[in-house]
């Protein structure tokens, strides 16, 4: 459109650019490029000084980011592709409503998304607000789910306040740790659910688990790396008997439904612990 713009486009770049300085003041920015965006605006950093030195910054945790425009108030994710990309993220997602007439922005959390652990089986397309309602809303398998108060908010004032800043980056940090955790354990009927308030440290509320009337051998393949740590540190470090024999038939039940803990089945412990004596 030679010698104009669309207005929405200008106002929606506007935001992101605004956004992205706001958190520039403790994260490193990769944007992604218009050509490239499958809904993520950014993958973005956190930065931590270096306690050896002061001069120099530490990448930390990473994490995805959609900047919105405080008029922006759903985002939807109605066709399959588009629901099964959200589900299938393996980082953090944050969405940042920007508004440029208060030079602010509010960070919200999918965490009303991540700590639903049977949200797959539960709807076929999801509707995010940023507008509170009082309950999940579901019709014809789309789930309406209101995303909860920002976890933080960020101003332009809040760059001459470092203290302030670092306050708010360590509560940012505290949930993409968070939400690291529960897209791991998601998938086997488990998440960890937590309370906020807004620029205040969440806290843990509650364990959320999905309670079928059948068994779901699948949980016990996608925990097999960890029964295979646990289990085998139990079984080096602990010369009990009867701890053995429990063990033992975990492992047999285990290889009953297909699961094959390698560790467990291969080493020689009894070599092991006299190597670690002599050492």
């Known amino acids: 459109m030679p010698g104009a713009t669309a207005t929405n486009i200008r106002k929606a ?4 650019d605004l956004g992205k300085l706001l958190l520039r003041q403790f994260c490193a920015l990769a944007p992604i490029s218009k050509s490239d965006d499958f809904g993520i605006d950014t993958i973005a950093t956190l930065l931590e000084i270096d306690e050896q030195n002061s001069l120099r910054e530490i990448a930390n945790k990473t994490f995805g980011v ?12 109605l066709k399959e592709y588009e629901f099964n990309w959200l589900l299938n993220l ?8 920007v508004d440029n007439s208060n030079s602010s922005m509010h960070i919200y959390s999918l965490h ?16 995010i607000t940023l507008d509170e309602k009082k309950d999940k809303q579901k019709k014809e398998d789309v789930l309406k789910l209101w995303l909860g108060d920002p976890i933080i908010d960020l101003s332009i ?3 001459l306040d470092k203290n302030l800043l670092n306050h708010k980056k360590q509560i940012l940090k505290k949930w993409i740790v968070g939400e690291y955790d529960n897209i791991k354990i998601r998938n086997i009927g488990l998440t960890k659910a937590f309370y906020w308030e807004t620029n205040k440290m969440p806290v843990f ?3 959320n688990k999905i309670f079928t009337s059948i068994e779901n051998p699948d949980i016990y393949k ?16 602990n010369e009990n008997r009867e701890l053995e024999n429990s063990i033992e038939e975990i492992n047999i039940k285990l290889k009953e439904k297909g699961v094959n803990l390698f560790f467990l089945n291969n080493i020689d412990f009894e070599a092991y612990r006299r190597k670690n004596k002599s050492t």
């Open 13 to 16: 770049d506007l935001a992101e």
């Open 66 to 77: 959609q900047f919105k425009t405080k008029s922006v108030r759903e985002i939807k994710f």
């Open 90 to 97: 393996d980082y953090p997602y944050f969405i940042c409503s």
């Open 112 to 127: 009303m998304v991540n700590a639903m652990p049977g949200i797959k089986n539960n709807c076929d397309g999801l509707i």
């Open 157 to 159: 004032h809040d760059i």
């Open 205 to 207: 509320d509650a364990l």
């Open 222 to 237: 996608e925990c097999t790396d960890y029964l295979d740590a646990a289990l085998f540190e139990l079984k080096l470090f």
